[in-house]
């Protein structure tokens, strides 16, 4: 089992930042490619960002791509999303997942990822 903590959302004016944090305990984080997803009222959850179980590699959604960076520090079981120019469509609750999977093929599904935070509201405001 592994558990996943996030934090650091909250209500950001539009072109401002804010960096979510994913704190990991139980398993070894180190084994787990890491994934953030967000889910918006009244929208599927997507995809947001992923990073491999050794910090290379990372993907990002079209969406956020050169504005988002996601980064990990397996000392520390943490799994950051840093959040720059913040548009008002980013507004979501966040979620972290960790999983061992098919990384370069099953990144962006969350299907393949086997453990949950639950969440943390970013709200950007216009």
């Known amino acids: 089992q592994v558990q996943l903590v996030e934090s650091g959302g909250g209500l950001v004016q539009a072109g401002g930042s804010l960096r979510l944090s994913c704190a990991a305990s139980?398993?070894?984080?180190?084994?787990?490619?890491m994934g953030w997803f967000r889910q918006a009222p009244g929208k599927d959850r997507e995809f947001v960002a992923a990073?491999?179980?050794?910090?290379?590699?990372?993907y990002y959604a079209d969406s956020v791509k050169g504005r988002f960076i996601i980064s990990r520090d397996n000392a520390k079981n943490t799994v950051y999303l840093q959040m720059n120019s913040l548009k008002p469509e980013d507004t979501a609750i966040y979620y972290c997942?960790?999983?061992?999977?098919?990384?370069?093929?099953?990144?962006?599904?969350?299907?393949?990822?086997?453990?949950w935070g639950q969440g943390t509201q970013v709200t950007v405001s216009s």
């Open positions: 997942a960790a999983g061992r999977i098919d990384y370069s093929r099953h990144y962006y599904r969350s299907n393949e990822y086997d453990y």
């Open positions: 139980g398993r070894t984080f180190s084994y787990y490619s």
């Open positions: 990073i491999r179980w050794n910090g290379g590699s990372p």
